[in-house]
Nanobody, 124 residues
């Protein structure tokens, strides 16, 4: 089992930055591929960014490419999402997700473990 706990959500204005963190426990963190998903009201959960188990590869949704950066610290069992130049359409609940293996998937039902979610609200 893996437990994931997100932190760092909040309310910001458009153009500002926010950093989300996800702390993992319960399994060797370095064996997990980690991703961030988000879900806005009335919309399906969508992939935001992912990072392979070693941290050697990152993948981003087109909507956040160039603004968001995903990173991980395997020594601290954490994964982070740095969000810059935030827009109103980035408003959503952000979820940290983990799956075994070294391939980042954009499909949410291929992830085995999920955090409780962190609300990010961007006012315009």
């Amino acid at each position: 089992q893996v437990q994931l706990v997100e932190s760092g959500g909040g309310l910001v204005q458009a153009g500002e930055s926010l950093r989300l963190s996800c702390a993992a426990s319960g399994r060797t963190f370095s064996s997990l591929t980690m991703s961030w998903f988000r879900q806005a009201p009335g919309k399906e959960r969508e992939f935001v960014a992912g990072i392979t188990d070693s941290g050697g590869m990152t993948i981003y949704a087109d909507s956040v490419k160039g603004r968001f950066t995903v990173s991980r610290d395997n020594a601290k069992n954490t994964v982070s999402l740095e969000m810059n130049r935030l827009k109103a359409e980035d408003t959503a609940v952000y979820y940290c997700a983990a799956r075994l293996g070294f391939v980042v998937s954009k499909t949410y039902d291929l992830y085995n473990y999920w955090g409780q979610g962190a609300q990010v609200t961007v006012s315009s």
